[in-house]
């Protein structure tokens, strides 16, 4: 039966030419790394048939079936999708609508007839020893048999566990999605909460450390009036993530805008509330004052941030500022973490998360404020769309991978996204999110994984966020010792976030490069 191995950085289409092939991969102890496979298949009869597998090696193997998806629509050049593929022929990968390789389910039982591709995960022991690890791949369709020999080689360099990072990942988990994709588990049951658990295994496995937990929801009198607020969600959900193993949990917002060029924000429960008002104020004494409370009864002191708002705009800054001004009063020494768009925020905010193509815009101000000592993650979103990196699936797959370069390169110690798990009812079938207003979201913005029988199941840009965080720890390995040789070799594969390489190739000989780096530097150390 014929095989064609594919780099983990490409996309695998359903009708790809076999042509056969070998390969080697490079990684780092207590590391990951992938390889795909696409076979023929079980090309004859109409039932599944049995499958099984094996592997010689000595790094723990993980096998997944590549399901095809449908990109329903392309990236527009700016915002959105469009129809018109001439106008984005020259950064997207192929005309839509197609079908492409994105989710990844763990192998079952049996396989159905016709071509089967797989994605094929290598975790490297933290102990392994360095070298070649070979291995051969032996898939079982019925009677038909694939062996297909696969060498590692393993560099004497560490990848650190998800408590000593020095680089940090924050995917929003859409617990509204997470309802509506097991309408049949009753909400707050034992069931509810083992899904809630199996998503965030799924995202500490990504290397996700910090979480968004939901806000505290407002207790009413008779009269409509906000006199309490009732923590006791907010309280289950950060226990169940701490004690799972995250870092950090984020407290949910408290206010948004309604227009990005005005300057008031709104109390997210009472939105005719402006929050510069006196009622503002009164609520937003008792629910700060009640979330420290919760803080130090549950001993969060070293682990709550506290979120404020989504994305304040320039316009809105000096708001913003008097808002934080409350909660600092009510919460003495929180975190504020939050994504922005403005640069005018200084002494309001701790973590600044800021959009990659709004860093870039304003890169002396945002450097001028990291010599002041501040932190600054970057954040991909919805917007903009176009050739700017993001994990969208008809751009390159390294476009979702290469923005932890591009933190490391702008001294970004985090990465944050919107979209992890919202998608369409049609899900595979339809990977553009429709907004309310009917327009869509690049393909696959909104999500990263997909809705499976227990929880979530990995997309492709998902293995390959998880690899992208793992890239950082090594660059900055590297950087220690020799920071001119990380930024070299950044630079070979992306300067901004708009000029990177598009060739898988060029990326995977750029990371065995930096692998090779690490280990050199480690031994000139002793």
């Known amino acids: 039966m014929r095989y064609r191995f594919y780099s983990e950085n490409e996309w695998v289409y359903p009708d790809d030419e076999i042509i056969e092939n070998s390969v080697v991969l490079h990684a780092a102890r207590g590391g990951s790394v992938s390889v795909q496979l696409l076979t023929d298949g079980c090309v004859s009869g109409n039932t599944p048939v049995p ?36 106008s984005v022929e020259h950064f997207v990968t192929k005309k839509a609508p197609f079908e492409v390789y994105d989710k990844t389910v763990l192998l079952g039982e049996k396989l159905s007839p016709g071509r089967a591709g797989f994605f094929i995960r290598f975790d490297v022991a933290p102990d392994a020893a360095p070298g070649v690890d070979n291995g051969v791949i032996a898939i079982s369709f019925g009677g038909d048999v694939i062996s297909a020999p696969v060498s590692i080689k393993i560099y004497d360099v560490d990848i650190p566990p998800l408590d000593e990072c020095s680089f940090h990942m924050n995917n929003w ?31 500490l496995d990504m290397r996700s450390d910090y979480i968004a937990i939901p806000a505290g929801v407002p207790v009413r009198d008779e009269n409509g009036k906000v006199v309490d607020f009732d923590f006791s969600v907010t309280e289950k959900m950060g226990n169940l993530f701490l004690k799972a193993g995250f870092n950090k949990i ?34 937003l004494k008792i629910y700060f004052t009640k979330a420290n409370e919760l803080i130090v009864k549950n001993g969060w002191q070293n682990s709550y941030h506290q979120g404020i708002l989504d994305e304040t705009q320039f316009a809105n800054s000096e708001h913003y500022r008097i808002l934080t001004g ?87 110690p985090g990465f944050l996204h919107w979209g992890y798990n919202i998608h369409n009812p049609e899900v595979e079938q339809a990977t553009c999110y429709k907004t309310g207003l009917g327009d869509k979201y ?62 898988p190739a060029v990326f995977d000989g750029a990371r065995a490069e930096l692998l090779a780096a690490c280990e050199k530097i480690k031994r000139e150390n002793g």
């Open 326 to 412: 409350i909660c600092r009063k009510f919460m003495p020494g929180v975190i504020i973490n939050d994504p922005v768009e403005s640069t005018d925020l200084e002494g309001g905010i701790d973590i600044w998360v800021v959009k990659q193509a709004i860093y870039e815009k304003y890169i002396e101000k945002f450097r001028a404020l990291q010599e002041l000592g501040e932190e600054i993650w970057i954040y991909t979103c919805g917007f903009p769309a176009g050739d700017m990196m993001n994990r969208i699936i008809d751009l390159p797959v390294p476009a979702g991978r290469l923005p932890m370069w591009m933190c490391y390169k702008y001294n970004c």
């Open 51 to 86: 499958v099984s597998f094996s592997y010689g090696g000595k790094s723990k193997m993980t096998l997944y079936q590549l399901i095809p998806v449908v990109v329903d629509e392309n990236s527009g050049a700016e915002l959105y999708t469009t129809l018109d593929y001439p």
């Open 442 to 503: 690049p393909a696959g913005n909104s999500f990263i994984v997909y809705p499976g029988k227990d929880g979530p199941e990995y997309g492709i840009r998902a293995h390959c966020q998880r690899t992208g965080a793992e890239d950082y720890e090594l660059l900055n390995i590297l950087g220690k010792s020799d920071k001119n040789k990380a930024l070299e070799l950044i630079e070979k594969v992306c300067r901004t976030f708009s000029d990177y390489e598009r060739d």
């Open 250 to 283: 984020v407290g949910g917002f408290v206010a948004k805008f309604r227009n990005w060029d005005k300057p008031w924000h709104f109390l997210m429960w009472d939105k005719e509330v402006n929050v510069i008002s006196f009622e503002a104020y009164r609520q």
């Open 173 to 203: 988990l859409s617990y509204r999605n997470v309802d509506a994709q097991y309408p049949n588990i009753t909400k707050y049951s034992d069931e509810y909460w083992q899904l809630i658990e199996n998503h965030a295994l799924n995202l």
